[in-house]
């Protein structure tokens, strides 16, 4: 982006710089000084964090800060507010969809934001029902900047290859992805499904494709590099992410991976869910099945082996004009 940037993180419970260091000084008076606060003065830690906040700020002339994920916002914005600098908070998923951040979570962060940025037109609406005022957020979809590489592709009229990117957690339902294709199986033994990624359901999908004897159609691969998926990308003949609604309230974004392969004119079997229908269109440039429908996954992934699908050109979700967005929303265009 045209002009400096700064990063906080606050991934360690503190506000640190970017590579990790604390804004809070090490030194041993700094520290004793903080923790008599806390015990005489009954100084909250949190505004603590606050006061270095600001000073941080001030000391690198912040005129504008962008928030990842509301949820970042909510520890912070308080600096932004005492110091009179304009804030936009960039939402990507759980943290506008998650049932414990809820209308009071947001309240004070989404009256004092300039802008709030949301992914797709689902994630707008809930905003808009969480309290954001609808002329504050932009809607800018997650950019990508894969590029079909014709050395990397071959193209079958037969599509037996399926692949799988993202987190084996609950909202991405890898499990209902494997026992779909299982079901396929069982009419189409050619097919096979690859499956990148990590995540606390990766044991229990692993014994699920043992204890159905079908290690070799499916396989994992666990976390890969960003060039070996974009290699995987160009070998599979369709993307398939049965993403759902998780028991917390949490839901997907706009999940890159799809956007991915999309800009590939790979085929995506997904799920009526969030912003997916935004961009994969059912019958057109993929299938959509209701979530938790395994049947009906299943007919959509044999189907697919021989559909001729259409893929519509999609500038809108090249990176390079996501970033253009963003920029223009930040210098208040």
């Keep these: 982006m045209p002009f400096e940037k700064f990063v906080v993180t606050t991934g360690t419970g503190e506000f640190a710089d970017k590579n990790g260091i604390p804004l809070a000084s090490p030194s041993f008076y700094a520290k004793t000084k903080r923790i008599l606060n806390r015990k005489i003065k009954k100084e909250d830690y949190r505004i603590q964090q606050i006061k270095l906040l600001e000073k941080f700020f001030q000391q690198n002339i912040i005129d504008h800060v962008l928030f990842q994920y509301g949820t970042t916002a909510e520890k912070a914005y308080l600096a932004c507010v005492n110091l009179s600098i304009p804030f936009t908070v960039h939402f990507h998923g759980y943290d506008a969809y998650s049932l414990k951040y809820g209308k009071s979570y947001y309240k004070y962060i989404l009256e004092y934001c300039s802008n709030v940025i949301v992914v797709s037109q689902h994630m707008k609406n809930q905003l808009i029902y969480l309290g ?16 079909i590489d014709h050395n990397l592709v071959e193209y079958k009229t037969i599509k037996r290859k ?3 990117v993202g987190r084996f957690v609950e909202k991405k339902a ?12 069982k009419i189409n033994k050619e097919i096979t499904l690859d499956m990148v990624g990590e995540g606390d359901l990766l044991p229990v999908c692993k014994d699920i494709v043992i204890g159905l004897g079908l290690e070799n159609n499916i396989k994992f691969h666990g976390a890969c590099s960003h060039d070996m998926v974009k290699r995987m990308m160009h070998e599979t003949d369709v993307f398939i ?30 799920t009526f869910h969030s912003g997916i229908p935004e961009i994969v269109k059912d019958s057109v440039n993929g299938f959509l099945k209701n979530e938790g429908d395994l049947i009906g996954t299943k007919d959509k992934i044999l189907e697919a082996i021989e559909y001729d699908f259409e893929f519509p050109e999609m500038e809108y979700l090249k990176l390079e004009n996501s970033i253009k967005r963003l920029t223009s929303v930040l210098n208040g265009q």
């Excluded at 890898?174 to 199986?185: D, G, N, R, V």
Aim: hydrophobic fraction near 45%; include cysteine; glycine fraction near 4%.
């Design 132 to 147: 954001c005022q609808a002329d504050k957020i932009s809607l800018i979809p997650y950019g990508s900047n894969f590029e």
């Design 162 to 164: 399926f692949l799988a």
């Design 174 to 185: 890898p499990y209902i992805t494997i026992l779909a294709f299982a079901e396929a199986l």
């Design 241 to 270: 992410q049965h993403s759902k609604r998780a028991e917390n309230g949490d839901c997907e974004g706009l999940p890159n991976s799809i956007i991915e392969a999309l800009m590939l004119k790979k085929p995506v079997i997904s």
